[in-house]
């Protein structure tokens, strides 16, 4: 007869209460507190790699034969060239952190017979960042700063010469093939110079962290000590038409550090790329205007103009009572314009945003008249 549907009534007793899965009561289970070491995510800025390429194939050894053509003389091709190593910069790439300690190139295929020529080897692309600098033996040997621009880092071998090669008039029937050569093997240091548009530039304990976290999604560990920053760390500040401007966090800098005092040189390499300084001061200890001088005297040391580029004067700690004293003697002093806040509260950060984007855009206009294109991230 016709399918009939049958309606089952279940009492309450037949879900199990204790399965975790069926309970009426199961909460949502807590997620794990991430830890804030684990938060803190910096950008990689040097990698040590050991590139190789990829060797040539072998040379092939054949003679033709068939019936009614015994002998068709020597028929081995070529083998194919190993693969080149190539870094290629990439702005997708922000750090180094994915480039790994060793690349080989692919083999190129072996000759074969009927004076088929082995496959060449791919090349193998490592994508690294704008702003790469390639080091052998302490020595420069690329600078990536184009989007795209690329460098053979190691060239693969030559594929092997098969018998046909050798064919010749006095010998008829040569037996000699090459093998491939192996692919060339170097020893390379990557160091990252920040493209970041703006520098965070401070001595130890100025507020450095601190601002970056209040102005951007970066997470910099802050702690009560000099040198907490000790990789630097990038963030981008997002505004309401969709543009980004990076700001990088610079480790401390102490007096001496051109003579590669603290941390010295490894880290004014990376205010080297940033196209406008903010100097951030605190402005809690005495004479506060003295650090401005301290800073822009080590960065001239480093690099002739480096200090003239465009910048902004941040006093930071506005909230302490002592430094609502030292703001007027600041200004005073102080050519450039100062914006005075404060990173832990909040104080006045909107005008730091807007001065920043006013920074920005004048940066843009002077690339575009240039006939270049502007740094994006």
């Known amino acids: 007869g016709p399918w009939k549907p049958v309606l089952l009534l279940l009492s309450p007793q037949a879900f199990s209460t204790t399965c975790a899965w069926c309970a009426k009561d199961r909460r949502l289970r807590q997620k794990r507190a991430v830890s804030e070491r684990r938060l803190t995510r910096y950008f990689v800025d040097h990698r040590k790699v050991r590139v190789v390429g990829g060797q040539g194939g072998g040379g092939g050894h054949s003679f033709y034969s068939e019936p009614r053509k015994l002998f068709g003389g020597p028929d081995g091709g070529n083998g194919g060239d190993g693969g080149h190593v190539i870094l290629k910069a990439d702005r997708q790439m922000k750090s180094l952190s994915s480039v790994l300690p060793f690349y080989q190139g692919f083999h190129g295929g072996r000759g074969g017979s009927k ?12 994508k690294v960042p704008v702003g790469t600098l390639v080091k052998e033996d302490g020595k420069v040997v690329a600078d990536l700063t184009e989007h795209g621009e690329e460098y053979i880092a190691a060239y693969g071998g030559a594929g092997g010469k098969g018998n046909r090669f050798f064919l010749s008039n006095e010998n008829r029937a040569p037996t000699l093939f090459t093998p491939g050569e192996p692919g060339q093997e170097r020893l390379l240091h990557l160091e990252l110079k920040t493209t970041a548009h703006a520098g965070l530039v401070g001595f130890p304990n100025a507020g450095k962290s601190s601002l970056l976290r209040a102005i951007s999604r970066a997470k910099p560990a802050v702690a009560a000590y000099p040198f ?43 205010i080297e790329r940033c196209r406008f300084l903010l100097y951030v001061v605190d402005l809690s200890v005495p004479q506060p205007w003295t650090q401005l001088q301290d800073l822009k005297y080590e960065l001239e040391e480093y690099e002739k103009g480096l200090s003239e580029r465009p910048c902004v004067v941040i006093g930071n700690k506005i909230d302490l009572a002592q430094s609502r004293i030292n703001l007027p003697l600041l200004r005073e002093q102080v050519a450039e314009r100062v914006i005075a806040l404060s990173a832990l509260t909040g104080d006045n950060l909107e005008e730091l945003l807007l001065h920043l984007r006013e920074l920005y855009d004048t940066h843009v206009r002077t690339e575009q008249s240039r ?7």
């Open 115 to 126: 004076n088929c020529y082995g496959a060449n080897g791919a090349c193998m692309y490592v």
């Open 228 to 270: 907490t920053t000790l990789n630097p760390h990038v963030g981008m500040v997002h505004y309401q038409d969709y543009e980004q401007v990076a700001v990088a966090d610079i480790p401390g800098l102490i007096r001496g550090a051109h003579q590669n005092r603290g941390l010295g040189v490894a880290f004014l390499k990376h």
């Open 371 to 377: 006939g270049q294109g502007p740094d994006k991230w």
